[in-house]
């Protein structure tokens, strides 16, 4: 951080308390006068770091009451296919393998061409309190001899990300692609126990190997009041 902005520094300093747990979600900031003392800086500077921190969803400012932590202490592993996944801690969540066979690829918009065999894997992430579906995925991963078996003994915990891992498919690269669903379709409302025409977040992904052969893409529908997209760069 060294050459960076005093506000960008500050910021670095109270993330990094954020994450650790030293700062947990709920509890508050100190005060901006509190923070110029410590920081030994301007309450302009104090504020633009705040909201560096707002704007990466590790905090919540309300004028007259100061700011709090939102951060849940939970990360997302990329490498575990939750990209985009910033969901709140207090949501718990169960998976259901709603299809998995060998079959043609039909999803429309896939870099994979129509037609071609794949491993079939359609997995719905439902709300436990609820009963609501907030994530339906369609995977679709280019057959190979390693994908053998798959079809007729399940995924590896139930998760294709563990199962992919324990065949030697690792992922090395990827492309990733976020739009807004409009209308979810009446045939997915069903699944979902939603409503048709409710906006969602979709999301397409596509992971290639070591030798730049296609591992998987899949195509993700999403709540938007659970999931965003947060980059940086």
Known sequence: ???????????????????????????????????????????????????????????????????????????????????????????????????????????????????????????????????????LERSRLPWREKLEGVPEHGLLNGSLNATLKARGLTVQSGVQWANVLVELSAPDAKLMARSPGEPMLRLRRLTRAADHTVIEYVESILDPDLFGLHIEF
């Open 1 to 135: 951080m060294i050459g960076a902005p005093k506000s960008v520094r500050i910021a670095h300093a109270l993330e990094s308390e954020i994450r650790s747990g030293t700062l947990r979600r709920g509890d508050p900031l100190a005060s901006e006068n509190a923070m110029v003392k410590r920081f030994s800086v301007s309450r302009n500077t104090v504020r633009k770091s705040l909201e560096i921190l707002a704007c990466k969803g590790l905090i919540t400012t309300t004028n007259g009451i100061g700011s709090f932590v939102t951060f849940d202490g939970r990360t997302i592993d990329d490498r575990a296919g939750w990209s985009v996944a910033l969901a709140s801690g207090d949501v718990h969540m169960s998976t259901r393998v709603l299809l998995l066979v060998r079959g043609s690829m039909e999803l429309r918009d896939s870099p994979v061409s129509k037609g071609a065999d794949c491993l079939i894997a359609d997995r719905l992430r439902v709300r436990d309190d609820t009963g609501q579906g907030v994530s």
